[in-house]
């Protein structure tokens, strides 16, 4: 086993160990506590109770300390073993339900015993494993960080518990770390930024995932869309448009009425008003129709209406289609958990002798895009089929061909991946493109998928060099993933101060008194007659007012306009990057030259 495997291992034993020390808190706190579960996560861990009461904030101070005391008295975590049925004897005395109902999950699957962890005066029905003694854990370096309601085994229809969270670290200084991350998490939340800025809403009237772009978030939102369809077109993509809605024999055809019912809408009927359905009459022809979760067979059925030769391959189709998703209320979040969003959808058609030039050109435009671009640092994730199963569509040649093909370019490419066997979809194998944020929180954005289904359920073929009939590849693409989810997550990456080609205002000018407004306003024209987005503020607001104004709203420069900067044709230049907010005044020509090449570098 590597180091970094045998650290990854230990800290999730430390975090598990954690967990079972809160549990004995809650416990020392409230006897009547009801315990669920507590396992680990990826950045710390959780424990989830039936209490006799809701906790507060002030509680999770109270638990830390008792916490601190469990661990200071160094008890071991002894495992032993029971029966079955006397462990159900065990946990029906001491009246924890929840065990009780585990223990009989496990009884059904067949098991005969199950493992009991001790320590102290504590014992938890528990497969571990768990640290030698609760001495082993730094007091110094834990927290509980918040709690929040959860339902039992995830079901909204059980008893609902509540969920106490927390981290813990080998010491005090990461604990810092982690804490610090946090705290700047929170201020660059994109939702809190997204209000602050003015960049979307969500109304619950509209409904509830649907965001609304203001002005502000629609100006970023059409910005990023008139990039990458440039990016796109000079990469020989060719642009569809697809609707809302799909009849349902299109997703009967597709597959997703079987296997993507439980993210999809319930149906249309189409063959009816409004008024008639308020009226109760019934339609003289039924109409089925259904939202769509994805573009993929629309994009089929457009191949599909030309006959094609070898020679028109690869052919690559992008849209920017809005697609639909049901997620569960709880689950939504901005714009990055939402129920309508927008997807960068490309699907690339093409000979298995292109396959491998198709992919390199692939992976290269991701690169472009996620780090040369946004300064995203990049993980990539090769998902593969698990042989031992027989769950996939399509046959043997396809996945070989596939899975070779993405296991050679990564090494041309000399890219270091994670393989991640049995997690390729049924219908073929991916890449996942996972980045990391200014924070150093990682991001799951773009997707480059093989798709055996759609080829097969419609049919799709073009004639070879043989003047054969002969089934394409077709590989899913989005770099972008969900525009909105993008959206959400460069909100938080930049703190909501974007580069200046993407800033919905990129200069504010303020006079210092009205007797400069034409001066001012001279400034800006000139400055929208070369595509610079400009605005004035001349508010009947003090000048510190006004200035302190556009900074909130991350302008990346305030040129400020006084009778010297009037005369000799000047501007004063307050730049956002400039930490010192220092002012500089340049000949407002010179200004216009150098934003204009900072717009054009992408800065």
């Known amino acids: 086993m590597s180091e970094k495997k045998q650290e990854i291992d230990k800290q999730a034993i430390i975090r598990h160990s954690t967990a079972h020390i809160l549990a004995n808190a809650v416990l020392e706190m409230f006897p009547e506590a009801k315990i669920a579960v507590g396992p680990a996560t990826e950045d710390g861990f959780y424990h989830d109770f039936e209490l006799p009461r809701t906790l507060i904030p002030e509680d999770l101070e109270i638990l830390e300390n008792k916490m601190r005391e469990i661990i200071k ?17 065990k946990y029906e005395k001491l009246g924890q339900k929840y065990k009780v109902e585990l223990i009989k999950d496990l009884e059904k699957d067949g098991t005969e015993k199950v493992s009991i962890y001790k320590s102290g005066n504590y014992v938890d029905l528990c497969t571990g494993p768990h640290l030698d003694s609760t001495g082993e854990i730094n007091y110094k370096a834990f927290k509980l960080t918040k709690f929040s309601g959860a339902y039992w085994k995830g079901d909204e229809k059980r008893e609902q518990l509540q969920r106490i969270y927390g981290v813990v670290f080998n010491d005090r200084k990461k604990l810092k770390q982690y804490l610090f991350q946090q705290e700047e998490a929170k201020k660059r939340d994109h939702r809190k930024l997204g209000k602050e800025l003015d960049l979307f809403t969500i109304d619950p009237n509209v409904g509830l995932g649907l965001p609304l772009y203001k002005p502000n978030g629609a100006m970023i939102f059409n910005l990023l869309k008139r ?20 009849r349902k024999s ?34 003289n022809e039924n109409e089925t129709y259904l939202l769509k ?20 391959l690869p052919i690559k189709y992008y849209e920017f289609g809005t697609v639909y998703r049901f997620e569960q209320k709880g689950e939504l979040s901005g714009l990055t958990r939402v129920r309508g969003f927008t997807q960068d959808d490309a699907h690339i058609i093409c000979t298995k002798e292109q396959l491998e ?25 090769a998902s593969f089929r698990d042989s031992k199963k027989e769950k996939y569509l399509g046959d043997n040649e396809k996945w070989e061909v596939a899975e070779e093909t993405i296991i050679k370019i990564l090494a041309d490419k000399k890219i270091k991946y994670k393989k991640e066997i049995g997690e390729a979809a049924f219908y073929g194998p991916k890449m996942d493109f996972k980045v990391k944020d200014s924070l150093g929180r990682q991001w799951q954005l773009s997707t480059i998928q093989f798709d055996f289904n759609l080829p097969e359920r419609f049919d799709m073929s073009f004639v070879n060099n043989k ?48 007797k400069f407004n034409d001066y001012a306003n001279e400034v800006k024209e000139s400055l929208s ?46 730049a956002r990057d400039n930490k010192e907010n220092k002012q500089e005044v340049v000949k407002f020509d010179d200004f216009v030259v150098n934003i204009l090449e900072e717009v054009l570098e992408r800065k």
Request: proline share 6%.
């Open 73 to 89: 008295a160094n008890n071991p975590f002894e495992k032993s073993s029971l029966s079955i049925e006397k462990a159900i004897e």
């Open 250 to 283: 299109l997703w009967e055809t597709s597959g997703h009425w079987g296997f993507y019912n439980e993210s999809m809408y319930p149906p249309l009927e189409l063959g009816q008003t409004l008024e008639d359905y308020q009226d109760s009459r019934k339609p």
């Open 227 to 246: 990039w990458f369809e440039d990016e796109q077109l000079k990469r020989n993509y060719l642009p569809v448009i697809t609707p809302h809605i799909g």
């Open 293 to 312: 979760p994805m573009n993929c067979p629309f994009h089929v059925s457009i191949f599909n209406d030309n006959k094609h030769s070898y020679r028109d």
């Open 529 to 574: 007659v070369k595509n610079i987005r400009a605005k004035l503020n001349i508010k009947n607001d003090s000048l510190g007012k006004r200035i302190r104004e556009a900074e909130k709203q991350e302008v990346p420069y305030i040129l400020v306009v006084g009778e010297k900067e009037m005369n000799d044709k000047t501007v004063a230049v307050r």
């Open 467 to 514: 003047g054969e009939k002969e089934q394409p590849y077709m590989i899913h693409r989005a770099l972008f993933g969900s525009v909105d989810r993008f959206m959400g997550i460069l909100i938080e990456h930049f703190a909501g101060a974007f580069p200046i080609w993407l800033s919905p205002m990129q200069v504010v000018i303020i006079p210092v008194s009205e």
């Open 357 to 381: 030039e198709e992919m390199k050109k692939m992976i290269d435009f991701a690169f472009y895009i996620l780090q040369e671009t946004f300064g995203f640092e990049i993980e990539i994730y």
